[in-house]
């Protein structure tokens, strides 16, 4: 079965510092990946898609096959990154749809 | 352009009633999908239309369907309430293809009491 694993529910860093939330996937074939991005009383956003290798507000996502992961880095977090993040899977199968991974809680703290 | 629009954005129905929700997506996108988010499940894909035909279809049960009309516009209906329903359901449009990566609505807060 598809799967998005994101472990880490809540992650915690000082403004400033770099930031990596994890992400690991679980598909047999060649996947699409994305990370969506939930701030305070938004929409849930597309933040990046790996095959379009793009860093968007600092952030970048290097797709890794052979560990299956596509962890989200920063290299200095700043406060306004606080949000929800989700990982999502697709290209299952030719099937137009996302699988999410349950989200990393991210805050910054000043 | 005006964003992905869903309405109503509240809505409070009792068991064994049945729901619509709409959704209008960004103009000139074909394809909305409809997800079911959860604090216990998450978001869960509940089924994609493009050109007025179901493409997708999630593991949920055959109270939950939807359709597409000419215009893009689509709709869910909910029948025979259950408690367990009670969430925030997204709907989300794209060009025609989740490579480009969907534009999501602000969704709609279902409580089933």
């Known amino acids: 079965a598809q799967r998005v694993t994101q472990p880490e529910k809540l992650l915690s860093v000082f403004k400033g510092a770099p930031v990596e939330l994890k992400c690991n996937y679980s598909y047999s074939g060649s996947p699409e990946l994305f990370w969506y991005v939930q701030y305070s009383r938004q929409r849930l956003q597309l933040l990046l898609r790996h095959i379009s290798r793009e860093s968007i507000k600092g952030f970048t996502a290097d797709l890794n096959k052979g560990e299956t992961s596509f962890h989200l880095k920063k290299p200095f977090a700043q406060e306004e990154d606080s949000a929800m993040y989700y990982c999502?899977?697709?290209?299952?199968?030719?099937?137009?749809?996302?699988?999410f991974g349950q989200g990393t809680r991210l805050t910054i703290n000043p | 352009k005006a964003g992905v629009t869903q309405t109503p954005r509240y809505l409070i129905k009792t068991r064994g009633q049945q729901v619509t929700l709409s959704c209008s997506p960004i103009?000139?996108?074909?394809?909305v999908s409809w997800y079911q988010q959860t604090p216990g499940q998450g978001l869960q894909f509940l089924f994609e239309y493009f050109s007025e035909t179901q493409r997708n279809k999630g593991n949920f049960p055959g109270r939950f369907s939807g359709r597409q009309f000419s215009n893009s516009r689509s709709e869910m209906n909910v029948s025979t309430l259950e408690l367990g329903d009670s969430a925030l359901y997204l709907c989300?449009?794209?060009?025609?293809?989740?490579?480009?990566?969907?534009?999501f609505g602000s969704g709609t807060r279902l409580t089933v009491v």
């Open positions: 103009s000139g996108h074909r394809s």
């Open positions: 989300a449009s794209s060009l025609g293809s989740a490579s480009y990566g969907y534009t």
């Open positions: 999502a899977l697709s290209g299952i199968q030719g099937a137009q749809k996302l699988v």
